[in-house]
């Protein structure tokens, strides 16, 4: 038994070793990003090219001028018993990082409805899961909304209506690890509620906070968490943080700089992965801000 357990181990890396190979030959042979991108005006989609520039790989956030910056939210344990804690309501729209993530709301024909949470990179730009904002059944959505800083129970007081969505064409083609999208929002909202930059580099044993909207708490109440990053791919990390269904499009960022490192995308009862702000995903994010 304990021979075919070996064994099983031994053939579970070589496979992750293949994978990362893949993935590692790949982000470094590529030059662009191609996105599909729907203009929700004209309902136009157009197929764009987006060519890799040498800056694209780090960028600022931006904090309002007399913008608070004290938290009073204080991380805990989060391995185990559950230590997340609600942000809040009297600080989650005066304060980066929590200003800069909301609920995100994508509505496919009449019936379907995705919701997950996304983070403003720029004036007008939120960032989130590619899943949220494109259906493998339905194709891309018919209105996105974006509601910044949401946090109570009461639910959505006003959304901000997305003009253009942008998702990786290889995630359309049904590629996992380009499960990311951006879009643009009809206001420069940025400008008061303030965004994250972003950064490339990763690495394990790293600590990053979170903030989004778990679908085990109640409805549109934001929750904060943070923790380390167990293992780092070419495409993806591993990482430590409690997380639940609705924090999909989640910005994992470091908290001194508030530089997103990756976005969540799903979890287990072991650990949770993390889509890698690679040079596409950095590439797109400058190219739109």
Same mark, same amino acid.
């Given at each position: 038994?304990?021979? /075919?357990?070996?064994?099983?181990?031994?053939?579970?890396?070589?496979?992750?070793?293949?994978?990362?190979?893949?993935?590692? *030959?790949?982000?470094?042979?590529?030059?662009?990003?191609?996105?599909?991108?729907?203009? &929700?005006?004209?309902?136009?989609?157009?197929?764009?090219?987006?060519?890799?520039?040498?800056?694209?790989?780090?960028? +600022?956030?931006?904090?309002?001028? *007399?913008? $608070?910056?004290?938290? !009073?939210?204080?991380?805990?344990?989060?391995?185990?018993?559950?230590?997340?804690?609600?942000?809040?309501?009297?600080?989650?729209?005066?304060?980066?990082? &929590?200003?800069?993530?909301?609920?995100?709301?994508?509505?496919?024909?009449?019936?379907?409805?995705?919701? @997950?949470?996304?983070?403003? /990179?720029?004036?007008?730009?939120?960032?989130?899961?590619?899943?949220?904002?494109?259906?493998?059944?339905?194709?891309?959505?018919?209105?996105?909304?974006?509601?910044?800083?949401?946090?109570?129970?009461?639910?959505?007081?006003?959304?901000?209506?997305?003009?253009?969505? &942008?998702?990786?064409?290889?995630?359309?083609?049904?590629? @996992?690890?380009?499960?990311? !999208?951006?879009?643009?929002?009809?206001?420069?909202? @940025?400008?008061?509620?303030?965004? &994250?930059?972003?950064?490339?580099?990763? !690495?394990?044993?790293?600590?990053?906070?979170?903030?989004?909207?778990?679908?085990?708490?109640?409805?549109?109440?934001?929750?904060?968490?943070?923790?380390?990053?167990?293992?780092?791919?070419?495409?993806? /990390?591993?990482?430590?943080?409690?997380?639940?269904?609705?924090? !999909?499009?989640?910005?994992?960022?470091?908290?001194? $700089?508030?530089?997103?490192?990756?976005?969540?995308?799903?979890?287990? +009862?072991? +650990?949770?992965?993390?889509?890698?702000?690679?040079?596409?995903?950095?590439?797109?994010?400058?190219?739109?801000?």
């Amino acid at each position: 038994m304990k021979k /075919f357990l070996g064994l099983l181990l031994t053939i579970s890396i070589l496979c992750g070793l293949l994978s990362i190979s893949a993935f590692a *030959n790949e982000s470094t042979t590529s030059s662009s990003i191609n996105v599909e991108s729907k203009n &929700f005006n004209t309902d136009e989609i157009t197929t764009i090219d987006i060519p890799f520039t040498d800056d694209a790989n780090t960028a +600022d956030a931006f904090i309002p001028e *007399n913008m $608070d910056l004290n938290s !009073s939210v204080q991380p805990r344990d989060i391995i185990g018993e559950d230590d997340r804690t609600r942000v809040p309501t009297e600080i989650s729209s005066s304060m980066l990082p &929590f200003s800069g993530v909301g609920l995100v709301v994508a509505t496919f024909g009449e019936k379907d409805v995705q919701k @997950g949470t996304g983070w403003l /990179f720029g004036p007008n730009d939120v960032a989130t899961s590619a899943h949220i904002t494109y259906s493998k059944e339905y194709g891309f959505p018919t209105e996105v909304r974006f509601y910044p800083a949401q946090n109570g129970a009461l639910g959505p007081k006003m959304g901000y209506i997305a003009t253009n969505l &942008f998702v990786p064409s290889k995630y359309i083609n049904g590629d @996992g690890s380009y499960d990311y !999208s951006v879009f643009e929002l009809n206001s420069n909202l @940025g400008n008061t509620y303030g965004y &994250f930059g972003w950064d490339s580099a990763i !690495s394990e044993g790293e600590v990053l906070h979170t903030v989004g909207y778990p679908g085990d708490k109640p409805k549109y109440e934001m929750w904060f968490t943070f923790g380390s990053v167990s293992l780092v791919y070419p495409r993806h /990390f591993r990482h430590l943080l409690d997380t639940y269904g609705g924090q !999909s499009g989640s910005p994992l960022y470091t908290p001194s $700089d508030k530089r997103v490192r990756g976005i969540h995308r799903k979890g287990n +009862d072991i +650990d949770n992965i993390a889509i890698r702000i690679t040079t596409d995903f950095a590439n797109l994010l400058s190219s739109r801000r």
